[in-house]
């Protein structure tokens, strides 16, 4: 068995994506499988891992309004920093099957077309690079706002040195859970799935526990996302 110290340490991306709901901000969680290796069972944000592609140059392009340099610098990150901005949208398309991508320079919202990508994805049998010259899409990542960076204390058996972002729900797109890695989701209220917690309903590790807390300051997604605009309604 590896000693608590000796776990290597992951880089990883998570993203909060928020909706304007009937009662205030909305942000979209799933659960995670009770067999996971790390935290079973809790309610999360979509995402996981980097990959060793997420970092591939070639992807540059293939990105909007970001390139290496500059998501590295905002990141404070000396170079790869592009690379977290791909797996926190890749790992929101394989868990909560929504797509943070255009095409012909609008936000995609048939995401059902690319359903076959999600699958094969997430079974590792094709990469990112590939859906974006198959599909001719850009991924949407001038839409993810970072809002944090929380990395795994010693003791778990699996440690993450992870990047928090928040991101618009792209329009007319229905997130679902993959049914692999995640088995629920929901759109819920910062301030509801807190008191859940509080009540022993929902479990939440204390990073996710942090952003909700954060997200209660927000009651709109231009509170939160001031520099968003003219992408239409969520």
């Known amino acids: 068995m590896t000693a608590p110290e000796a776990v290597p340490i992951r880089e990883a991306a998570t993203v909060a994506v928020v909706r304007d709901g009937d009662d205030g901000l909305e942000v979209f969680m799933v659960r995670r499988a009770i067999e996971a290796v790390f935290s079973p069972g809790a309610h999360v944000f979509p995402g996981g891992a980097l990959d060793p592609e997420d970092r591939l140059g070639a992807l540059e392009p293939w990105c909007d309004g970001l390139d290496d ?125 807190l008191a859940a917690a509080d009540r022993g309903e929902v479990d939440l590790i204390e990073p996710t526990r942090h952003t909700l807390n954060a997200l209660t300051d927000y009651d709109r997604v231009n509170d939160v996302l001031p520099n968003e605009v003219a992408e239409g309604p969520s």
């Open 69 to 193: 340099t500059t998501a590295s610098s905002i990141l404070g990150v000396p170079h790869g920093g592009l690379g977290y901005y791909v797996a926190a949208a890749r790992e929101c398309f394989e868990e909560a099957g929504m797509l943070l991508a255009r095409r012909d320079g609008a936000l995609v919202t048939d995401v059902d077309r690319y359903s076959a990508h999600r699958d094969a994805l997430n079974a590792g049998a094709t990469g990112v690079l590939e859906m974006c010259i198959e599909e001719s899409i850009t991924l949407a990542v001038d839409l993810l706002m970072p809002f944090g960076h929380w990395i795994t204390p010693v003791g778990p058996p699996r440690r993450f040195d992870t990047r928090f972002f928040v991101a618009p729900a792209p329009p007319h797109q229905d997130p679902s859970h993959d049914g692999w890695e995640t088995t629920e989701g929901l759109w819920v209220r910062p301030v509801d799935v």
